[in-house]
């Protein structure tokens, strides 16, 4: 890559202060910004390194006031750190190229079946297995080792990495990335105890449907439903090793850290913030906007938008400071 910093504020809008023909061809975190290097201020612990970074440009907010000489070029945006996602999204679509690619190794194989369609300039990796009947829109990018199922819908320009599994009449919406070794549609945990002391497996018929904008990071599973559907909103972000159990509804722009796991039936609300190694039981309610912090364990249901919470069992925020003070200077006596 190679920009001037006019052409960085074009992109994103922005004005410049400082020389319009600097040249970047790499990013870099401002601590170690290196002349050729494009970093960002976002938060206001790294304001020191505005001041000593030698990042030929600087991507800052617009009502950024600096104290001392900045010596890089500073492009002002609205919001630094939308506007490095937005550059970075740019310059990885730029260095992607859309065409319809079949490997060798897959043609040979048969591993697509002849009644799945493929939209134009789909991207298809060595060894991927498509089962009948299944639909892959346009400008789709599937890696290596990838098997998809019968009866499976796509949308356009969605990216399966390596080794991901889909089963038959999974759902998957538009500009979707499925990160590595991630398993969508795969038999939920049902079993009916028997009077024996022995474990009746349930059959599970029902599907998975992923809205638009999701992304699901590596090794991370979403159970099908037993007889209707596991839904996972739009705008969704699930990190690495998280586990969707079957029949969980997922509302829309809620983000997820890794080791998260949700039991059975719980329905979770839209533009949610979970933690890492959050755990929530089966047959609950999460309510719009709520937080749950790292190790949470959630029993029951938060019926309240906005809702801060967070130990095990996980109790309002406040609460729970009040109740680990009381804790700690319980040890102390």
Not at 5 to 31: C, H, M, S, W, Y
Not at 147 to 166: F, N
Not at 258 to 277: R, Y
Not at 281 to 293: E, L, Q, R, S
């Amino acid at each position: 890559m190679e920009f001037t910093a006019r052409q960085i504020a074009d992109a994103l809008n922005g004005t410049i202060e400082g020389n319009p023909d600097a040249k970047v061809t790499k990013f870099a975190k401002i601590e170690h910004g290196k002349p050729g290097a494009i970093s960002f201020f976002a938060n206001p612990k790294y304001e020191q390194y505005v001041y000593t970074s030698k990042a030929s440009v600087l991507l800052v907010n617009s009502d950024f006031v600096p104290k001392e000489n900045v010596e890089a070029t500073m492009v002002r945006v609205e919001n630094a750190y939308t506007a490095l996602a937005d550059l970075l999204k740019f310059v990885n679509n730029q260095r992607r190229k859309y065409r319809s690619r079949i490997a060798f190794s897959t043609l040979l194989g048969c591993g697509i079946s002849i009644c799945a369609r493929l939209g134009k300039k789909v991207s298809v990796g060595d060894f991927v297995k498509i089962g009948p009947r299944t639909r892959i829109g346009d400008y789709g990018i599937i890696h290596s080792n990838v098997t998809i199922g019968s009866d499976v819908t796509i949308g356009h320009h969605v990216i399966i990495y390596p080794g991901v599994v889909i089963y038959p009449k999974t759902v998957i919406g538009d500009n979707c990335i499925l990160h590595a070794g991630c398993i969508i549609g795969s038999d939920g945990f049902g079993n009916a105890p028997q009077d024996d002391g022995t474990w009746k497996k349930i059959e599970h018929l029902g599907g998975v449907i992923i809205g638009n904008d999701v992304e699901i990071g590596s090794n991370t599973t979403v159970d099908r439903a037993m007889m209707e559907n596991t839904i996972i909103g739009n705008g969704v972000r699930i990190d690495n090793l998280c586990q969707i159990a079957h029949n969980v509804i997922i509302g829309d722009n809620t983000v997820m850290a890794a080791q998260t796991g949700i039991a059975g039936s719980t329905e979770i609300g839209k533009n949610c913030m979970f933690g890492g190694q959050v755990g929530l039981v089966g047959h609950i309610k999460i309510a719009d906007n709520t937080m749950i912090g790292a190790q949470s364990g959630v029993t029951r249901s938060v019926r309240k938008s906005g809702t801060v919470i967070m130990g095990t069992p996980a109790i309002e925020h406040n609460n729970y400071l009040r109740s680990y003070a009381k804790f700690k200077q319980a040890g102390q006596e």
